[in-house]
């Protein structure tokens, strides 16, 4: 593997994070450990696996959307607490 080298002072202006010497040194430790696996990663061969969204085989589990006539009959204003004049009745939240 090829020793990688990082601008950490930059990498932190970037993330708007302060880093001490030591979390500086630490950092640039994990972050070569991520691209050593990532190049790792990328020697798999995985031109016989077949893209997917998920790794489980779920499907769409909504209904279908079908239209249905309105009930022309219901009295929706019956079965609130007040109405007046065809018209749902709320308390006053703004005075």
């Known amino acids: 593997m090829t020793e ?3 601008d950490i002072d930059n990498l932190a202006k970037l993330a708007r994070i ?3 010497d030591s ?3 630490k950092l640039e430790g ?3 450990q991520i691209l050593e696996y990532v190049e790792l990663l990328s ?3 995985t ?3 077949e893209p997917t969204s998920h ?3 779920l499907r769409n589990v909504c209904r279908k959307d079908i239209a249905l006539a309105k009930d022309e009959n219901a009295d929706y204003l019956a079965l609130a607490p ?3 004049k065809g018209h749902y009745e709320v308390p006053q939240i703004i005075s």
Do not use: G, T, W, Y
């Open 18 to 20: 302060n880093l001490s």
């Open 43 to 45: 020697q798999i061969d």
């Open 23 to 25: 979390e500086k040194s």
């Open 30 to 32: 994990n972050l070569s």
């Open 4 to 6: 990688k080298k990082f």
């Open 47 to 49: 031109s016989e696996v």
């Open 82 to 84: 007040r109405n007046d």
């Open 55 to 57: 790794v489980l085989p």
